[in-house]
């Protein structure tokens, strides 16, 4: 089981999309704040329903906290509740923030925290022997034919032949 970690909306809604949302079963716990818990359930988007399980830890900022959240939506243009996601990482010495957002995982990473988007939980729950590779193959296609992630043919295909070769190797 890998350690806790705070997510934004998007990988919970594309894993439910493609219906992986036990992909999240690896994590200790998925701490989410309470602007992403409204992105989802106001916009009743995919994963509206699985948010609301013992996995998730639903998180409130704190005024000052709020203020920090600002900060950051400001100089970087990112979404209030993308905001949270790097103030509670931060306060809670998280270093993995589940994203599929490029422009938040730049900001995640020039703040020293580790970014991983819907393909590298993927990775992760293959890697942990919770997926056969049979079954990421099909999730990865899943993610780019049905799910609403943006990501290239070419990502998937990359990714698809490095669990191949790693399945290969064990």
Same mark, same amino acid.
């Given at each position: ?43 009743? +988007?995919?994963?509206?329903?699985? /948010? ?6 639903? #998180? $409130? *900022? &704190?005024?000052?906290? =709020? ?20 103030? +509670?990482?931060?306060?809670?010495? /998280? ?6 957002? #490029? $422009? *938040? &995982?730049?900001?995640? =990473? ?20 919770? +997926?056969?590779?049979?079954?990421? /193959? ?33």
């Amino acid at each position: 089981m890998v350690s806790s970690v705070i997510s934004d909306a998007g990988p919970i809604i594309h894993l439910s999309e493609i219906k992986m949302i036990n992909c999240f079963s690896i994590f200790k716990t998925v701490y989410i704040s309470r602007e992403v818990y409204n992105e989802v359930k106001k916009g009743n +988007l995919p994963g509206s329903n699985e /948010i609301e399980t013992e996995k998730f830890e639903i #998180l $409130d *900022l &704190r005024s000052f906290q =709020k203020d920090r959240s600002i900060y950051f939506f400001q100089k970087y243009q990112i979404s209030s509740a993308d905001g949270s996601v790097i103030v +509670l990482a931060k306060d809670k010495v /998280i270093d993995i923030a589940l994203t599929d957002d #490029l $422009d *938040l &995982r730049d900001v995640l =990473k020039s703040n020293k925290i580790r970014p991983v988007g819907s393909i590298g939980i993927i990775v992760r729950v293959y890697k942990y022997n919770k +997926l056969t590779c049979s079954e990421a /193959i099909r999730a990865l296609d899943d993610l780019f034919m049905i799910s609403s992630l943006y990501v290239t043919s070419k990502l998937i295909e990359n990714v698809k032949h490095s669990l191949i070769e790693f399945d290969s190797k064990y």
